[in-house]
């Protein structure tokens, strides 16, 4: 499996726009040491490492938390889909499929849930909040191979989903069958990375091979192309902040970096502080504030960072484990990570 997840994946992850607003958090109820026999930490666990909640599976590639932060949704090569209620970790259903999922988008307060999988199929979910759990659609998406990333706008209305044929593809979920707006083939080599501005009128989208990113106006019925920047390696993912008005790229070394966004345009790039290593994936917190992402440090060691929105480490956490994806919870407060050894709830210094 590739080592980093598309923005679906985690981004996978819908994140609310409340500029600034603290948020009552089930997280914060978590206490190590009260925690049930089965969910205690073994012994060496890092101390800012608060619940694992996947001890007893193999492996997870990608994550999303609902915009609420009340629920989360984790999935991979078991191709088993599980989604818990963070408030008083419980595990509200699962359900196998028939291919190993790539990504995961869990629509603002939605009780929709969208899995993009390796043969190129995305399921809709309804009711995903609860265990009476509906298959609302099946898209036959993407040929030749995985949903590699997907984006829903803010109102929940549009999905962009790309993948392994080069396609970067507009979805109608307002309808009681999602349909197909239009199928972009401007992309030369695989989508990796696509996301919408938070008011819904871009949309950006990154293929790691062209070195590039695309901003398409999604202002109207169907997107229009618009600037297309250069950048100096190629990009993995994009995420925008919740003001809309800045974005953060991952990617190979030299990519990892924020932009300005105005009017449609990226500008005037600030470079993380990545230790000349590959960034994964990057995200913004809930508050706009801070950026948390992944660092590739070698074949048996990835670690968790956060920085400022000027580029400079706030934290940082190592761990002897492939870490895929890796966000802010919507608190502001923890980090979530899929890593080789579960699913790691992480508290933040405060």
Known sequence: MIRFCGAGCFLFAAIACVIGQEVASPLEKIVPAKLPPAMRLPKGTPPEVVVNLSQKIDRIDCFSLRGDGKFLAISGPDQWVRVWSLDGLKQNWNVKQPESIVSLAFPMESKTLIAGDAAGTIRIWDKADTKQLVLKALLPAHKDGPVWTMSVSSDGKRLA???RDKALKLWDLSKPKPTLIVSLTDHKDD???VAFSPDGNHM???SPEEKQMRVWDTSGEKPKAGEVV?????AIGVSFAPDG?????AGSRGTGAVWSFKDGKPDDPVDLDTDKRAILMANFSADGNRIAG??????TEDRVVV???DGKKLHEFKYDAHIPAAGFAQDNHHLIAVTDIGLLIIRLPK
């Open 204 to 206: 950006i989208s990154v």
């Open 230 to 234: 250069k950048l100096p390696t190629g």
């Open 294 to 299: 992944v660092l590739a440090h070698s074949r």
């Open 161 to 163: 989903s790309g993948g």
């Open 307 to 309: 920085w400022g929105k």
């Open 245 to 249: 008005k800045s974005l953060v790229l």
């Open 191 to 193: 989508v990796r990375g």
